[in-house]
């Protein structure tokens, strides 16, 4: 998915100068494009469908509103998952003193009764996840989930790529103790 | 113990970032680390394990949702606000370009004090025949603060003059109705005020005499003007006003420069 990403960088681009002429039919076709990665991101981050739903709503509007302030110099979907992150990221702290692990996110196709033990698995892949510290989650989900460059990560963050590194290496010792615990890896 | 080097080496691994050498001397250090080839072989199991988790396929309805959300905001904006609410979306949404309204609106707002301030400023005052004609915007004089005003109804002429101050000016709108050449004179004192200028808004043209400390307007039918007077501060006291026609004096009287009670 995210190799993707790089490929439609200015497409990208044009989409926006269109949007910005008044084309809305860009900026639907720039939902298209994103709205999938954007979605899967904070869901990724808040694991409540319903949350993800309407925070990828509030991401698109945003960006929506602030199109004009996009700067072509950079690429689009990094200034796109800097709002998501950011989104997801005031999401959550708000909602931090009553977050709880649920168990709603299942993939799609993944019949509960048939592969019990899949699903099994995968809550507890899940929860791992779940329980690392917001800010190692965020690299976690932008590493592995959407396949970007430390460079990447440190744009979108706005930390330096040495510290996206540094936490993004604890983050995975973590996961890794955890999966562990849980019998989850042997 | 694990060195710090050797831990990014392996992150770097399972992220595919080595290079081949960098991936040489980590296999190297693996064969030799027991306790860090369990690491790096955790680590990649880990790696392998999020692989697993799948992209989850967004509601169905999400998409029409937030194209539904944007032209519900814009039409509800427009609604509840008309123009003004369409000039705000302007501003807001991307649709239009935001630059060209702010300019616009600049625009509009320059001209407007453009006509207020500058132009009656800037004429040449000994160049008289600049000041005729009828100016197509008219100044809204209700954002100045009144002052006063008097009026005079004669068999030779009527007419009323309105005054209104700002921090550093008074404006003086004279509006006179006659016959005859009728002369409306306006003392001031100069020590504490400058004549600006002189707009005429609607008459014939006529004669503007400036002096030291006065300024007279001399026309005949309906006339309406505005005389500009920067202030420097201090008490600038009442204008004088008089008129005046086939030699003699037909009104004379006082018109406060700020309003009873308050202080510049």
Do not use: C, M
């Given at each position: 998915m995210p190799g993707r990403l790089y490929i439609g960088e200015q497409e990208d681009k044009e989409l926006v100068r269109r949007c910005l002429k008044g084309e809305k039919e860009a900026f639907a076709t720039i939902l298209d494009r994103y709205e999938k990665p954007i979605y899967n991101l904070v869901l990724r981050m808040v694991n409540d469908r319903d949350d993800a739903a309407d925070l990828t709503q509030t991401i698109f509007v945003k960006a929506y509103e602030k199109?004009?302030?996009?700067?072509?110099?950079?690429?689009f979907f990094s200034w796109l998952y800097k709002i998501a992150v950011n989104t997801a990221l005031n999401f959550i702290s708000h909602r931090r003193h009553q977050e709880r692990l649920r168990d709603d996110i299942v993939p799609n196709g993944v019949q509960l009764e048939e592969e019990f033990d899949t699903s099994e698995r995968y809550q507890k892949l899940e929860d791992a996840i779940l329980g690392l510290r917001v800010d190692y989650r965020i690299v976690i989900v932008l590493r592995?989930?959407?396949?970007?460059?430390y460079d990447e990560m440190s744009k979108i963050l706005d930390i330096p790529a040495k510290t996206v590194k540094s936490r993004l290496f604890t983050a995975r010792q973590i996961l890794k103790d955890t999966l562990v615990k849980s019998g989850l890896q042997g | 113990m694990i060195q710090q080097k050797l831990i990014e080496l392996i992150n770097k691994e399972i992220d595919g970032l080595n290079s081949k050498e960098e991936s040489r001397k980590l296999n190297l250090h693996l064969a030799k680390h027991p306790e860090a080839r369990k690491l790096h072989e955790d680590l990649v199991k880990t790696a392998y394990a999020l692989k697993k988790v799948e992209e989850v396929e967004p509601p169905r309805h999400l998409r029409q949702h937030i194209l539904n959300s944007l032209e519900k905001r814009e039409e509800g904006t427009a609604r509840s606000w008309g123009v003004l609410g369409k000039v705000l979306e302007a501003l807001r949404g991307?649709?239009?370009p935001r630059y060209a309204l702010v300019f616009a609106s600049g625009l509009v707002v320059g001209v407007l004090l453009l006509v207020i301030f500058a132009l009656p400023r800037d004429l040449?005052?000994?160049?008289?025949?600049?000041?005729t004609g009828t100016m197509a915007l008219v100044p809204e004089l209700s954002v100045f603060q009144p002052a006063d005003s008097v009026a005079f109804r004669l068999q030779e002429a009527s007419g009323m003059i309105k005054t209104y101050y700002g921090s550093d000016f008074v404006i003086a709108e004279v509006r006179v109705q006659s016959v005859s050449p009728i002369k409306t004179e306006i003392r001031f004192r100069p020590e504490t005020a400058t004549f600006s200028g002189f707009k005429r808004l609607q008459g014939k043209e006529g004669s503007l005499d400036i002096g030291q400390s006065a300024i007279a307007l001399t026309q005949s039918g309906a006339s309406r003007g505005f005389v500009t007077f920067l202030t420097h501060g201090g008490s600038q006291g009442p204008l004088e006003v008089t008129v005046s026609g086939g030699g003699k004096t037909l009104y004379h009287s006082l018109i406060r420069t700020i309003q009873a009670g308050s202080v510049r």
């Open positions: 199109l004009d302030t996009y700067d072509e110099r950079f690429k592995h989930f959407q396949n970007l460059s | 991307p649709s239009l040449g005052v000994g160049d008289t025949s600049q000041l």
